[in-house]
């Protein structure tokens, strides 16, 4: 059985940082790209970051570029998010996902596997 279970979130001033953890089980852990995705109340869930098998390409949407690294130890079965400068418009509750495919992929349907979310408030 395949899971994602995300830890880490938390409360945070505004300017702080958090780091998020995905520990993944019931897959081979390093042929599988990862993801991260937030939704925030009354909003559509969207992309954050993605990280290839291996770990040497990333990708970030706009809004969380020179803020927010991916990275992933794949002898840990777990893929990270650090978050540094956070503002109160990302806070949300963040998702894991994995996808077979090796290309990076931003888009929700593309994702085969997905955590159950963990939270983010930021205070201001």
């Known amino acids: 059985q395949v899971q994602l279970v995300e830890s880490g979130g938390g409360l945070v001033q505004a300017g702080g940082s958090l780091r998020l953890s995905c520990a993944a089980s019931?897959?081979?852990?390093?042929?599988?790209?990862m993801g991260w995705f937030r939704q925030a109340p009354g909003k559509d869930r969207e992309f954050v970051a993605a990280?290839?098998?291996?770990?040497?390409?990333?990708t970030y949407a706009d809004s969380v570029k020179g803020r927010f690294i991916i990275s992933r130890d794949n002898a840990k079965n777990t893929v990270y998010l650090q978050m540094n400068s956070l503002k109160s418009e990302d806070m949300a509750v963040y998702y894991c996902?994995?996808?077979?495919?090796?290309?990076?992929?931003?888009?929700?349907?593309?994702?085969?596997?997905w955590g159950q979310g963990t939270q983010v408030t930021v205070s201001s």
């Open positions: 990280i290839s098998w291996g770990g040497s390409t990333t």
């Open positions: 996902a994995a996808t077979i495919r090796s290309i990076l992929q931003a888009a929700r349907g593309a994702y085969d596997y």
């Open positions: 019931g897959l081979t852990f390093s042929r599988l790209s």
